[in-house]
């Protein structure tokens, strides 16, 4: 039985998915303003920026069937948290690009030998089987599968539930998924009361001009100057 996060599996840890949703990944945080940009909407064939195209299309795979898209709605792949992690291994996880080359390499070599296929090609069954056997380490021929798994399974995490201007959680579909109706600068009296029903606003904290990266840096060198005098 497959113990990875499945759709259901991550509505029921409601807990860890809020907190994932409401606070911006702790590396995402550390991405600089000039590498950092808006997301977009995901475009038909996007190339990736660091990531190669056999790499791109396991993690895009990989990613797929950690949150999948089901009937109550999209999962990961529309988040784009594929393209979350190729934009932050050229910064933020920067220090993951080998161990993503790695391990990509290492479970399409996998696939080919227990399936026959390159994991991509396999059926989402082969697919979530495989998987099982990563989390558990006892994919033959894959050392320190179990690793790479979590590390893979916490990216993917953050790149559905980041707020989207760190490239995932495109369209807020993420923070559609677990309820969560976006961030608001005030909050009145009946909006505080437990079990409010709050209308999503789909705004994320870089929405508002007040938490832009830009007045950010420019209020800190300023406060540098200050103590400089």
Known sequence: MTTFISRRELLRRA????????????????????????????????AFEHLTSTESNVLEAIVSRLIPTDTSGPGATEARAAHYIDRALGNALASSRQAYSNGLAALDRYARSARGASFAELSTKDQDDLLSELEAGTAN???????????????????TFCDPYYGGNANF?????????????????????????LTGNHK??????????????????????????
């Open 173 to 197: 579909v993420g923070w559609d998924l677990i309820g969560y109706p976006g961030v608001r600068t005030s909050v009145g009296p009946d909006e505080q009361r437990l079990g409010a029903d």
């Open 204 to 229: 994320g904290a870089y929405d508002y001009e007040m938490f832009t990266k830009a007045s950010a840096s420019i209020d800190a060198k300023y406060i540098e100057m200050k103590h400089g005098d």
């Open 141 to 159: 021929g894959f050392p320190e599968s179990s690793a790479f798994f979590n590390m893979v399974r916490s990216h993917t995490i953050q790149g």
């Open 15 to 46: 807990g860890l998915a809020g907190a994932a949703a409401v606070v911006a990944p702790k590396a995402a945080l550390a991405v600089e303003a000039q590498v950092a940009a808006p997301t977009r909407a995901v475009a038909a064939g996007e």
